[in-house]
């Protein structure tokens, strides 16, 4: 069986939000493997 990968983005996150809040999140939609939240320099 091949695996079925896709990433999804998503603007605007508060930034008190953090990975393990955002997998949850997302969990109920599927499967997540990863997560990376990334910042720009005003946060």
Same mark, same amino acid.
């Given at each position: 069986?091949?695996? *079925? /990968?896709?990433?999804?983005? /998503?603007?605007?996150?508060? /930034?008190? /939000? ?7 999140h997302f ?5 997540i493997t990863?997560? *990376?939240?990334?910042?720009d320099e *005003?946060?």
């Amino acid at each position: 069986m091949k695996a *079925k /990968v896709s990433n999804i983005y /998503v603007k605007n996150i508060n /930034v008190g /939000v953090t990975e393990k809040e955002l997998r949850k999140h997302f969990n109920q939609c599927g499967t997540i493997t990863s997560t *990376k939240l990334m910042c720009d320099e *005003k946060g």
